[in-house]
């Protein structure tokens, strides 16, 4: 796995101490996290506008994509090598666990083909998934 310093210069950003440090917090979990469980960890070096802007810049660029959770509270992911600033490819399943409470991406289960109705567009589509995970099982 890549350490920030290479995934920041991939995605042609400057290397910060905030980047580098939100981008470390991704990096040890293999889970979704939330704002308030990054803030939770670095608000005693780093302001909330530094951490939204982080992430906003994150998101803009492909680093990270948005995951929403059951109760519609939004949690961030580190993206896999395909996701670029021009396009995500996050289209996978997203993994609830009601144990433990942590949302995990199922990179290798692709979200199934959904026929739209006639004058329907996709184009964003999430599915989450709940039950134990394999930590909990």
């Known amino acids: 796995m890549k ?3 290479e995934i920041l210069k991939d995605f042609d950003l ?3 101490t905030s980047r580098s440090a939100i981008l470390k917090l991704f990096l040890k979990r293999p889970f979704a996290l939330s ?3 990054i ?3 670095i608000a005693d070096v780093f302001d ?3 951490v939204y802007r982080t992430l906003k810049t994150f998101v803009d660029k492909g680093v990270v994509h ?3 959770d059951d109760g519609g509270s939004l949690k961030y992911a580190l993206c896999s ?3 670029t600033h021009a396009q995500h490819q996050h289209e ?4 609830k666990c009601t144990v433990c409470g942590q949302t995990s991406c199922l990179q290798e289960v692709n979200i199934p083909l959904v026929a739209l109705p006639a004058g329907y567009e996709a184009r964003e589509i999430n599915l989450l998934i709940q039950g134990k995970c394999q930590n909990c099982h």
């Open 3 to 5: 350490g920030e310093g």
């Open 14 to 16: 400057r290397h910060t």
């Open 35 to 37: 704002y308030t469980d």
């Open 39 to 41: 803030e939770r960890e």
């Open 48 to 50: 909330r506008v530094t």
């Open 66 to 68: 948005k995951v929403l």
């Open 81 to 83: 090598d395909l996701c």
């Open 92 to 95: 996978h399943v997203h993994f």
